[in-house]
C-alpha cells in the first residue's frame, strides 16, 4: 500500500478526532471522529473557521498563541460545551494542538486532537460527591451521638419536672400566683422537649411507630391545619396523586417533618409571597438516579418560589444548630427532617436556588400491601390496676409513680429489670410500666419474659430514646409513651391498656 494512503487509512480510522487548521484557523481537514463528534458530515468543515462554528475566546487566544510560537499545547479534561448541541451538556476533552510547519519551518497551521473523556470526569465527580456525602454523613453521626445522649438526660430531668408541675397543679387549692408559675415551669418544659425530641429526631434515635399508609391521603389530611397557618401571602397548590404506592411510615413524625419543610418554605417566602406546593407522586429510579437505589417510590416534595439557598447554604442545611434566621432559628428543622427520614429508610433530595425557590423530596420505598386502618381513640373507662414501674432514673420513678397514684392506681416500682423481674414474680400486676434502656436487663427482654410468664399482664414502654426504629418487638401488644411525658399521656396510657384488656 503506498504510504499515502496508508496515511489516508489511519486519518480515517482514528479513534481520537483530529483536525487540521490553516493559519486562519480555517478547517482544511476533520476526520470522521472529529466530525461524528460534531454532528456534521466529513465535507462540511474544510473551509470554515474553527471559531465561527465553536466560538470560544479562551481557547481561540491558545490557538492563536500556538500559531504565533509554535509552542505545542496540551490541556487534560477541558469542558466544552458544543453550542449546536445543547442537549449533550458539558462534554470533558483532552487535547493536544501541535504546529504544523511548512518546508521553510514558518508554522503554517495547526493540528489539534481530541479524545473525549467525559464518562471518566463524570465517574469522578461522583466519587468525590459520594466521599463527601460519607464525610458529612459521619460527621452527622458524631454529632448526632452527643445530641441522643444529652436529649436521654435531658429528658429524664423534662420528665420529673412535667410530672410535678402537673401533681401541683391538680391541687384545686392552689394560690393563683403560684398556679401561674407552675404553669410557667410547666411551658418551658414542653418547650424544651421540644427541642429534644428534634435533637432526637435528628440523631436517628426517635421513637417511631411505622404504619403502612397511602401518603396522599394522609399528607391531605395533614396539609388542613398546616397550610391554613401559611398566612394571605402564600398560595397554596396540593397535588396529591392517590395512586401512589403504598409506604411505611410514622403517621405523627412525618407531620413533624412536614411541618419543619413547610416552616421553611413559609419562611422563605415572608418577604415576598409566593406559591407553595405540596405533592404527591409516583416515581420509579433506576439505576442512573444517584438519590436512591432503583426500585419504586411514592415521594412527597415540598415546593416553594423564595428566597431559595446558595451552595454554601446549602451545603450546611442540614447541620444541626446552622441558621441563617438569627435568634429566631433554631437550626434544628432540616436536621431533624433528616435524622426521620434516613431512620424511616427513606431518601431526602434537596434542590434550590437563590431567587428561584427551593424543593425539598422525601422519597419513600413503596412496600407491598394495604395501608392499616387506624382505629380513632374514644373515650376511655377509667379503670384501675395495679402497676409496676420500672425506670433506673430515680426522678422519672418517683414523678411517675406520684402521678399513677393520684389516679388512683396501686403503684410499685423497681430500678431495674432484674429488680423488676423479682417483684413481678411475688405479686401480682395487671400493668408493666417499664423504661426501654436501662443498664442491665432491657425493657424488652424484660417484657418479653415477663409476658411469657404472665400473658394478661399489660404492658406500656416509656423511652427516652429508640435505638432502632420502634418498638424492641413489634410481637410484644404495648403501648410506647416517649419522654418527657406529662401527666394526661402516661395516665391515658395506662388507662388504654387496662381497657383492652377488660376484654
Ligand atoms: P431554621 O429554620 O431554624 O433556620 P432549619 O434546619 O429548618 O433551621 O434550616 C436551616 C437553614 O436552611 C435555614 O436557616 C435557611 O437558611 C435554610 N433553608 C431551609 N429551608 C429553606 C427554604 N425552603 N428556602 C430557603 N432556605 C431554606
Ligand atoms: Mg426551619
Known sequence: MPSDQLLQLVFATAHQAIAILDDQLRFVRVNQTYAAQGARPVE?????????????????AIFR????????????????????????????????????????GRVTGLLLQLAEVTPHVVAQQRAVE??????????LEAVG????????????????????????????????????????????????????????????????QPRVVNLATLVAEMAVLQTRSAGERVRVVQRLDQDAPAVRVDPAQLETALTNL???????????????ELIVQPRILTGEDTVAPPGRYSVLTVKDNGMGMDKATQKRAFEPFFTTKGPRGTGLGLPSVWGFVSQSGAFLSLDSAPGVGTSVSILFPAVEGRPDS????????????????????????????RLLTS?????????????????????????????????????????????????????????????????????????LVAKPFDVTTLSNAVANVLATGAG
Not at 66 to 94: I, M, N
Open 407 to 479: 389516679a388512683g392506681h396501686t403503684v410499685a416500682v423497681a430500678a431495674s429489670g432484674q429488680e423488676a423481674w423479682e417483684a413481678l414474680d411475688r405479686d401480682g400486676f395487671d400493668v408493666l410500666i417499664t423504661d426501654l434502656h436501662m443498664p442491665g436487663m432491657q425493657g424488652g427482654d424484660l417484657a418479653r419474659r415477663a409476658l411469657a410468664r404472665f400473658p394478661a399482664l399489660r404492658v406500656v414502654f416509656i423511652s427516652g430514646y429508640a435505638e432502632g426504629a420502634g418498638l424492641p418487638d413489634p410481637e410484644i401488644p404495648a403501648a
Open 262 to 276: 413547610i416552616t421553611n418554605a413559609v419562611d422563605a417566602m415572608r418577604a415576598g409571597g409566593g406559591t407553595l
Open 44 to 60: 462540511f468543515f474544510p473551509g470554515k473557521r474553527h471559531f465561527d462554528l465553536y466560538p470560544h475566546a479562551e481557547n481561540e
Open 374 to 401: 387506624v382505629e380513632k381513640p374514644g373515650a376511655l373507662p377509667r379503670r384501675v390496676g395495679r402497676v409496676l414501674l420500672v425506670d433506673d432514673d430515680e426522678g422519672v420513678r418517683k414523678a411517675a409513680q
Open 145 to 208: 451521638l452527643l445530641a441522643a445522649s444529652v436529649a436521654h438526660d435531658v429528658n429524664n430531668a423534662l420528665t420529673a419536672i412535667l410530672a410535678c408541675a402537673g401533681m401541683v397543679l391538680q391541687d384545686e387549692e392552689l394560690p393563683e400566683r403560684v398556679a401561674e408559675d407552675v404553669h410557667a415551669i410547666r411551658d418551658s418544659a414542653v418547650r424544651a422537649g421540644a427541642t429534644t425530641a428534634r435533637m432526637l429526631a435528628f440523631s436517628r434515635r426517635q421513637v417511631l
Open 130 to 139: 459520594a466521599e463527601a456525602r460519607a464525610a458529612q454523613a459521619e460527621k
Open 65 to 104: 498563541r500556538v500559531l504565533a510560537t509554535g509552542e505545542p499545547f496540551t490541556v487534560r479534561a477541558k469542558p466544552f460545551e458544543y453550542p449546536d448541541q445543547p442537549e449533550r451538556g458539558t462534554t470533558w476533552w483532552d487535547w493536544t494542538l501541535d504546529p504544523i510547519r511548512g518546508p521553510d
